[in-house]
């Protein structure tokens, strides 16, 4: 007997993660992006009614050509994390109803790492990390193609808007920012 593949969102560590295992059907037949099974609807995030409990305001945000939209929550230290670089970070992830669908923080274990630039779980996932300093908090909004796009998954509704809370732990195994100095 045939087990069918693990739901992206029961994955017993790092439900966000999952879809990696699913990067074949992805690459194969278009999965897990707007090409999917359902119908895929652009939303413009200007029309998205998050939930209050979010603290969603645009006004604090700014859009990226990617198509997320992120705001700097908590500033960080040293040197940005880029392409071909391992990012260790921890997250949380909400759909725009408030529904919390994920999350890996300090007390959930080692944080996760994604090498940036590779197929990663989630589009929106990476493409918000990139740029992110050690200790930097941010919040990104991601639209449904790069998020979950047209697939319906519980509680996660086919076409929905997220909202990730990352915060950048380490760069390449590298946790500590280097001392630039001067300091005594």
Do not use: K
Not at 83 to 96: C, D, I, R
Not at 116 to 134: A, D, F, N, Y
């Amino acid at each position: 007997m045939r087990h069918p593949l693990p739901h992206p969102l029961r994955h017993p560590r790092h439900p966000l993660l999952a879809p990696l295992v699913l990067a074949p059907l992805v690459l194969a037949g278009g999965c897990l992006d707007s090409t999917g099974p359902g119908v895929f609807e652009e939303i413009p995030v200007e029309e998205v009614p998050f939930d209050p409990s979010l603290g969603i305001n645009l006004e604090d945000f700014t859009p990226l050509e990617t198509g997320i939209w992120i705001r700097e929550d908590v500033e960080g230290a040293g040197d940005t994390v880029a392409l071909g670089q391992q990012a260790a970070f921890h997250y949380a992830g909400w759909v725009y109803t408030g529904f919390l669908f994920d999350r890996a923080e300090e007390e959930d274990g080692p944080p996760p790492v994604i090498l940036l630039g590779s197929i990663g779980p989630l589009g929106g996932l990476t493409q918000g990390v990139r740029g992110m300093r050690i200790g930097e908090v941010r919040t990104v909004l991601v639209p449904p193609q790069l998020g979950f796009g047209a697939v319906d998954f519980p509680g996660i509704p086919p076409n929905s808007w997220l909202v990730l809370r990352i915060r950048l732990v380490a760069i390449d195994g590298e946790s500590e920012v280097p001392d630039a100095g001067g300091a005594e």
